[in-house]
Each structure stands twice: as C-alpha cells, then as structure tokens.
C-alpha cells in the first residue's frame, strides 16, 4: 500500500515549537519532491512549504516564512521544523508527495493522513 505517514504533531503553547516527520510506506520518497500542507478549522487546505527531490530548492508561504523550515534526509523522512508557533497555525498538517514542488495541490501524487498541531496557552 502506497502511503505518506506523518508525525510529531502535538499541542504547544504559542512561541514554542515542533518539528513534523513524514516517511512513505510503499514507495521511495527520495524520488519525489515533497509539500506541507494545513487546514485550520473552517478554512480551505493551504501550501505551507514545499521541497524539491534534492533538497536544494525550497519554498514557503509568507506567513511561516523565517519561522518554518523544510528539509529531507537521505534516509526518506521529510521534516518541517515549526518555531515561534503561533495560534494560527493551529490545524491539520498534511505531507504530499509528487513529481515538482509547489504550494499548490495540484500535482501532488500522494498525501498523508495528516496530524493535528495545536498552538493554545
């Protein structure tokens, strides 16, 4: 079975952190380019970062910019590391894999089941 598996979501007071894991089951993560997606409650899923096949070329969106970090390793996890969370970044946290990376759905062949992060005192 083709699968995305995330972990590492929680709940965390806001300024504090997290890092999310996401490791396929089924097939090779290396040969992907891997996104991060969320959805808050009542809102439309949106791209948060994404990472190319090398890990050379990454984008974000300007909300978690100088805050988020995307990376992979050799070994077929992809990371986002969460800093100074904030409240609004309370959601459902999906990882997606496919051929190019984008902050767009579209494209991405395979997607996790997604982990909830919440960021409350």
């Known amino acids: 079975q083709l699968q995305l598996v995330e972990s590492g979501g929680g709940l965390v007071q806001p300024g504090g952190s997290l890092r999310l894991s996401c490791v396929a089951s089924?097939?090779?993560?290396?040969?992907?380019?891997v996104g991060w997606f969320r959805q808050a409650p009542g809102k439309e899923r949106e791209g948060v970062s994404c990472?190319?096949?090398?890990?050379?070329?990454s984008h974000y969106a300007d909300s978690v910019k100088g805050r988020f970090a995307i990376s992979r390793d050799n070994f077929g996890t992809a990371y986002l590391q969460m800093n100074n969370l904030k409240p609004e970044d309370t959601g459902i946290y999906y990882c997606a894999a496919g051929p190019y990376p984008g902050l767009f759905e579209v494209g991405y062949d395979y997607w996790g089941q997604g982990i909830q992060v919440t960021v409350s005192s």
């Open positions: 089924g097939f090779h993560l290396d040969a992907y380019a």
């Open positions: 990472v190319s096949r090398s890990g050379g070329s």
